[in-house]
């Protein structure tokens, strides 16, 4: 079946451009995660969303950075006036939103959007 | 959660087993471990997890100490595909809404 799919796979935007990152997850997956990765680190968590309410956005690091799951599926994380620390891979993620016994926790990775700010 | 500590590097040469160390002296008797890896290019995938037994899949073995402390990821017959960067995560719950808190985790090296 299908992955979790992120579009675009690149995007080079100017510093104080706004961008726009798409996320579609695994079908019926109830959880949908951000992450932020940089060069040579390993990801660090942005926001949560379980189906269309999003339960922890402690990792946003500035008002910059909104995401939004109208309709508990596709997700949209948006930075508007680019700066380049912004610069990084943005991982999305999903999971079934299972939990208690006989979950695994896994969560499942898309490919990433690599954005460079020039 | 606690914080891991792994290697930064390690090679392996192809066909061999590939044992990856982590410790995690401060985990909680609740918090489980869990192994991601990272192809080059690709989101991290998902190898293993476990609490206190050790624990076996089709991808990989999870050794872990009894005292909790630390624990080993063993890949048995390492392949060139298995090149890629290894998390260790500790996560105090399996529940799929956990966040995961990765570190620089370790890159292996399969060499032919």
């Known amino acids: 079946g299908a992955g979790v799919s992120q579009s675009p796979r690149y995007k080079v935007a100017k510093r104080g451009q706004d961008v726009a990152l798409r996320c579609d997850p695994i079908?019926?997956?109830?959880?949908l995660f951000w992450y932020q990765q940089a060069l040579g680190q390993g990801p660090e968590f942005l926001t949560y969303?379980?189906?269309?309410?999003?339960?922890?956005k402690s990792g946003l690091p500035s008002d910059r950075f909104f995401a939004e799951r109208p309709e508990g599926s596709v997700s949209t994380l948006k930075i508007q006036r680019t700066q380049q620390e912004d610069s990084a891979v943005y991982l999305c993620?999903?999971?079934?939103?299972?939990?208690?016994?006989?979950?695994?926790?896994?969560?499942?990775f898309g490919p990433g959007t690599r954005l460079t700010v020039t | 959660d606690a914080k891991t500590t792994q290697p930064p590097s390690m090679d392996c040469a192809e066909g061999r087993a590939a044992n990856l160390p982590c410790n995690h002296s401060?985990?909680?008797?609740?918090?489980?471990v869990y192994w991601y890896r990272q192809i080059h290019s690709q989101g991290p995938q998902y190898i293993i997890h476990?609490?206190?037994n050790n624990e076996t899949n089709e991808m990989a073995s999870l050794i872990i100490t009894e005292d909790r402390k630390s624990s080993t990821l063993i890949l048995p017959h390492a392949t060139l595909r298995d090149t890629a960067v290894y998390y260790c995560?500790?996560?105090?719950?399996?529940?799929?809404?956990?966040?995961?808190?990765f570190g620089a985790g370790t890159q292996v090296v399969v060499t032919p």
């Open positions: 993620a999903s999971s079934s939103g299972t939990e208690g016994w006989g979950s695994l926790g896994e969560q499942y």
């Open positions: 079908s019926g997956h109830v959880s």
């Open positions: 969303f379980q189906n269309e309410a999003q339960l922890d």
């Open positions: 401060t985990i909680s008797g609740n918090e489980y």
């Open positions: 476990g609490l206190k």
């Open positions: 995560i500790v996560r105090v719950t399996t529940d799929s809404w956990g966040k995961l808190q």
